[in-house]
Each structure stands twice: as structure tokens, then as C-alpha cells.
Nanobody
Framework: QSQLVESGGGLVQPGGSLTLSCTSS????????IGWFRQAPGKEREAISC??????????FYADSVKGRFTISRDSDKNTVSLQMNSLSSDDTAVYYC???????????????????WGQGTQVTVSS
């Protein structure tokens, strides 16, 4: 019933950066943990990041494939969760989705997460 919307994708050169944004007009994102996953052709869906609900312990999760390059954050005034992506390579080419995880971020280290809902996705293409 609520709508998650991803934006910020596009074409970027290898080594470049993009910042993706997740927002919703149907509810306040701060009350929920928010995750990001990506889907590339020929590859399995990959959960890449998570941030705990606002006011919680601030727990974040990063997949090994993006750790040290991606940063997830919140902006409560804008009702957004952002994913800053640096040092991008062709391996990062995928459709990126933000989503409501069924389990808190602290559980993501223990197994693949599943999601209640997600948006339409935003395409990230890393190519020269």
C-alpha cells in the first residue's frame, strides 16, 4: 500500500560515483529499517546494504562486494535513505532497489535477507 521510489541511477564511468536515493510519500522512512539490493542479468539478487530505523542503534550492513565503497545514510528532513556509491566498476552495473526488510539489519550478517516491498528500481550502468 505504500510506495518506495528509487532515483539517482544513470551512466557513470569506471571509478566514478553515484548517489542513489530512496523515498516514500506513503510513510516515514525513519520508522523502518531500509535495505538496498541489486539485480544484474545473469546474476543472483544481491543484498548490498541496510540501515536501521531512525533513533535505533544506527546499525548498518554492507555486503563484502561493496564494503568500503558504498555508504548508506538517512536524511529525516527529506524522508530519504541514500546510498553513496564510490569507485564504481562494471561489476556494479545492475538495477538497484530499496526495500523494507523483513528482519532487522543486525540479522543480515547471518543469512540472505528477504523483503516486504520495494520500488521500481533505478538502473546503474558503469561503462566507459
Amino acid at each position: 500500500q505504500s510506495q518506495l521510489v528509487e532515483s539517482g541511477g544513470g551512466l557513470v564511468q569506471p571509478g566514478g560515483s553515484l548517489t542513489l536515493s530512496c523515498t516514500s510519500s506513503g510513510f516515514t522512512l525513519g520508522g523502518y529499517a531500509i535495505g538496498w539490493f541489486r539485480q544484474a542479468p545473469g546474476k543472483e539478487r544481491e543484498a548490498i546494504s541496510c540501515i536501521a530505523s531512525s533513533g535505533a542503534d544506527g546499525t548498518t550492513f554492507y555486503a563484502d562486494s561493496v564494503k568500503g565503497r558504498f555508504t548508506i545514510s538517512r536524511d529525516s528532513d527529506k524522508n530519504t535513505v541514500s546510498l553513496q556509491m564510490n569507485s564504481l566498476s562494471s561489476d556494479d552495473t545492475a538495477v538497484y532497489y530499496c526495500a523494507l526488510p523483513l528482519l532487522p539489519c543486525s540479522m543480515w550478517n547471518y543469512g540472505p535477507p528477504t523483503f516486504d516491498s520495494w520500488g521500481q528500481g533505478t538502473q546503474v550502468t558503469v561503462s566507459s
